[in-house]
């Protein structure tokens, strides 16, 4: 993971909010929320070379929240900067590069919002919001045709002339 690449070592990593994991007794963890998933850009429709499925890719904006707790507000504030520091960096880019369809796109400021714990106690907290471009395809069958009957009429000519036409002629 890539939070563990650039954190001190030590410091946790796991999911936030349903996880049903109680606040590490270590001095040093982070939580990741997913927040939001806006959309990028319209579906791409690409037809297969068989012509038989279609992949529709939607390109997302997965905003993440990155909760960092230290029981130093100055490591909490450190490890929030370096994770917004490194994830603004050629070196995110290339780690993602193993995950086909996930790029970083960049990462907000870090913001200091102190929590409250189970037993009532402040602890410092600062949150970094990470942008991650996720390209999801779903494929579908496609609509195809194995013949065609065409039939070729004059613009020109009256319509009630026109072969299976309904107008009837004044």
Do not use: C, K
Request: hydrophobic share 40%.
């Amino acid at each position: 993971m890539f939070l563990l690449t650039i954190l001190p070592a030590g410091t946790e990593v796991f999911e936030g909010l349903d996880n049903g994991v109680p606040e590490p007794q270590t001095p040093g963890f982070v939580t990741i929320t997913v927040l939001r998933r806006p959309r990028l850009a319209t579906n791409l429709n690409e037809i297969n070379d068989a012509g038989d499925t279609i992949a529709t890719t939607q390109s997302t904006d997965i905003v993440v929240q990155m909760d960092v707790h230290n029981d130093d507000t100055l490591v909490s504030s450190d490890n929030a900067q370096i994770i917004s520091t490194m994830f603004r960096d050629d070196y995110a880019t290339t780690f993602f590069e193993g995950y086909p369809g996930i790029s970083p796109l960049f990462a907000d400021e870090p913001r200091l919002l102190p929590f409250v714990n189970a037993e009532s106690q402040y602890e410092p907290r600062y949150t970094v919001e990470v942008h991650l471009q996720a390209d999801q395809a779903v494929s579908v069958p496609a609509q195809s045709a194995t013949s065609v009957e065409l039939d070729i009429t004059n613009v020109e000519t009256d319509p009630a002339f026109w072969p299976n036409s309904t107008v009837t002629a004044p």
